[in-house]
């Protein structure tokens, strides 16, 4: 689960990591009015910010500096609406602007190639640090930490090691070298498998602070953070209803733009089928994976799902079975034949592996009109783009 | 020959609920010394399924039956101190099946079990792996196979069993298959598999199925087109339609936006195309490149 930037900082403080004095979460321009009201005396500017999961805001018009309420309303107005990169924004943060003397880049990511946790620090923030790091890579500082060397968190002295080797300036060091210590902690402490900080800014009074907040958490993680699912809040981005569904649902789903409902077993299996639905001259509707274990029950609820998205012509259900089992699936599909009652799609069944003979005759002693079985992948791919086709 | 497992393994199964158990009895129907159970407060009770014992911890499991491999079964929670234990109690070869653990749970046992620890740990996140005809430890369907000479690897576990069945049908037969898992970090990468298919005699093609995301694809292309380069290597990538920034499935199956490149399929299939490896665009196709390779 990605966060925005205010749910970022938000997991910042409660972690020692600074951050700005807090600002208001705004979903409207009228809040965003109040929230500058109330912040402009003390704060003497605000900046209004679009919440939105996606890089490049500020390029994009999506951050703005107000000195005063009208500034404030004009900035707010602008931004919400706005669309960043398929990105409509629906919540503004206003918060007290920083007086910011310099700009640092400041990270800690999980690092697929290392199989570790990778730092990555620079003297220059708030600009696009892969750029940077093609263009001057020298000016990037990265890390390996393992387990081993971080049992009880990173130890100060490395931290003290990469703000030096990125040459943060010796009035800052110590606070910068600080500041990476509690956000490996808040990495760790909070399952995350990235935490971002573009710009780390050095204030004019020689403070550092989060000026930014990337953060990433791992979805699998959830069971010991129950307190995240707090952040999973609707109306911060539309989502699509159904991949909405299919997270309460527990399914694996993502929408696509095609018109063959696409369901299987095991993430590879499905990506194959889409592609082979290509192929065959057609496009997928969905990615759904059933998963391992998947219960007549289960499928009865994929299955629902796929035909309620109103771009599904026809579907191709592909299992090969390793734990699920063929009976299984075919009483899956047979009952949730029976739960959704009439509907137009046809559906192409194609069924192998454990069990998968028995799953087969029970199809076919149902002999339903709305089950087409195919003998392959490659048959089932292009009977259902034809009926798809048909369907149009 | 094969590789990791033969009839010689002997495993124990962490995990024997009824997952555990219905697999763990089907490993054991293909020939799998299937020997012992562990459950924590099940220990000195009779696995009936199994007709097996039941030990509470892998440590006893080892000493009374010297079991030298476990497969691990437990939910993900419990699964970073399963593989541990398995670890510290010196089974040679852990096979982890349970999918959604933590990443950073995998990031402390990557260090202790394979960095440091030297265990062959396969998965998490696997269908297991089978030499046919002599051992099968997780949760692949045996009966689509048949012992020959074709190795595969692969990260996805009923993409697998697909080729596996289209290589059958077409009467070629596996030496061993290995689902390395789709997780990010797997205790087994491909090159550790595609290495020891390049020390195993019986060994004589090699086939494998990768995903959309990492570069572990290319880095084995490049081994293999500076090791083995007269060995026939077929590969096959899912998600040639997959959209960027979006994970399919598999915590480890997305194309980075702005990533580095070289991580969406067609990008992949460039690459080792390049390098003399043929990649194919579906399970058939894959089928039909190895065939020809081996000029059946």
């Known amino acids: ?392 | 020959m094969s590789i990791f497992v033969d009839a010689s393994t002997r495993v124990v199964v962490q995990g024997i609920g009824s997952q555990g158990t219905f697999h763990a009895a089907r490993n054991r129907a293909y020939g799998t010394q299937v020997v012992a159970g562990v459950h924590p407060r099940r220990g000195g009770e009779r696995w009936d399924e199994l007709d097996a014992p039941i030990f509470a911890t892998v440590a006893e499991a080892v000493e009374a039956t010297g079991a030298d491999t476990s497969m691990v079964m437990v939910p993900a929670p419990f699964t970073r101190d399963a593989i541990l234990e398995a670890h510290r109690a010196g089974v040679r070869t852990i096979v982890a099946i349970t999918e959604g653990v933590p990443v950073q749970d995998m990031t402390v046992v990557y260090d202790e079990v394979v960095r440091r620890g030297g265990t062959r740990l396969i998965g998490p996140n696997c269908p297991g792996l089978i030499s046919p005809g002599r051992a099968n430890v997780g949760i692949i369907p045996g009966d689509i196979t048949m012992p020959g000479n074709v190795g595969l690897v692969s990260r996805s576990g009923t993409l697998t069993y697909q080729i596996m069945h289209e290589l059958a049908q077409a009467g070629i037969g596996i030496s061993t298959c290995v689902g390395i898992g789709g997780d990010p970090i797997v205790g087994t990468q491909f090159l550790d598999v595609i290495q020891a298919f390049a020390a195993d005699p019986e060994t004589e093609a090699i086939a494998f199925v990768g995903e959309i995301g990492g570069g572990e694809e290319q880095r084995a292309g490049e081994w293999i087109r500076a090791n083995i380069p007269d060995t026939p290597v077929v590969g096959y990538i899912a998600g040639f339609e997959a959209p960027a920034g979006k994970q399919m499935g598999h915590a480890g199956a997305i194309v980075r936006e702005g990533g580095p490149g070289g991580e969406s399929a067609a990008e992949k299939q460039e690459l080792l195309g390049a390098m003399g490896i043929p990649v194919a665009s579906n399970p058939s196709e894959a089928a039909r490149l190895m065939i020809e390779r081996l000029g059946r």
């Open chain 1, 1 to 392: 689960m990605d966060l925005v930037e205010f749910q970022g900082k938000q997991l910042f403080a409660r972690n020692g990591v600074p951050v700005p004095p807090p600002g208001a979460v705004c979903r409207s321009v009228d809040e965003a009015v109040a929230a500058a009201e109330r912040l402009l005396p003390d704060a003497g500017a605000v900046v209004v910010k679009a919440q939105v999961k996606v890089g490049g805001r500020g390029k994009a018009g999506g951050v703005r500096l107000a000195r005063s309420v009208d500034e404030a309303r004009e900035a707010a107005g602008a931004i919400l609406g706005l669309d960043i990169k398929g990105h409509v924004v629906h919540v503004v943060l206003v918060e007290p602007a920083s007086d910011i003397a310099e700009e640092y880049y400041l990270s800690v990511m999980h690092d697929r190639v290392g199989k570790g946790d990778l730092v990555i620090c620079s003297r220059q923030g708030g600009v696009d640090i892969e750029e940077v790091n093609r263009t001057d890579p020298g000016a990037v500082v990265k890390r390996q930490v393992l387990p081993s060397e971080r049992a009880d968190g990173l130890p100060r002295g490395v931290a003290d090691e990469i703000v030096a080797a990125a040459d943060l300036p010796a009035e800052v060091r110590d606070a910068a070298a600080e500041l990476l210590v509690a956000l490996f902690g808040a990495y760790l402490a909070e399952d995350a498998t990235l935490v971002e900080i573009n710009p780390l800014i050095r204030t004019t009074d020689d403070r550092v602070l989060a000026l930014d907040a990337k953060v990433s958490l791992d979805a699998n993680a959830a069971f010991r953070h129950g307190d995240h699912a707090e952040w999973d809040v609707e109306g911060l981005e539309v989502r699509d209803p159904l991949e909405d569904r299919a997270r309460a649902e527990g399914l694996q789903y993502v929408k696509l733009d095609g018109e063959v409902g696409v369901l299987g077993n095991g993430a590879g299996l499905v990506m194959a089928t889409l592609d082979v639905v290509a192929q065959n001259g057609g496009r997928a509707a969905n990615f759904l994976d059933v998963g391992g274990g998947a219960s007549a029950e289960s499928m009865a609820t994929a299955l629902s799902l796929v035909l309620s998205d109103p771009a599904v012509r026809s579907v191709f259900i592909n299992i090969f079975g390793g734990i699920t089992r063929g009976e299984e699936v075919a009483r899956g599909v047979l009952g949730a034949l029976e739960r959704l009652g009439d509907f137009p799609q046809r559906l192409v069944v194609r069924l192998d592996g454990t069990n998968a003979e028995e799953g087969r005759r029970i199809l076919a002693e149902a002999a339903h009109p709305s089950v087409v079985p195919a003998p392959t992948m490659q048959e089932a791919a292009a009977l259902a783009v034809r009926l798809a086709e048909e369907a149009a």
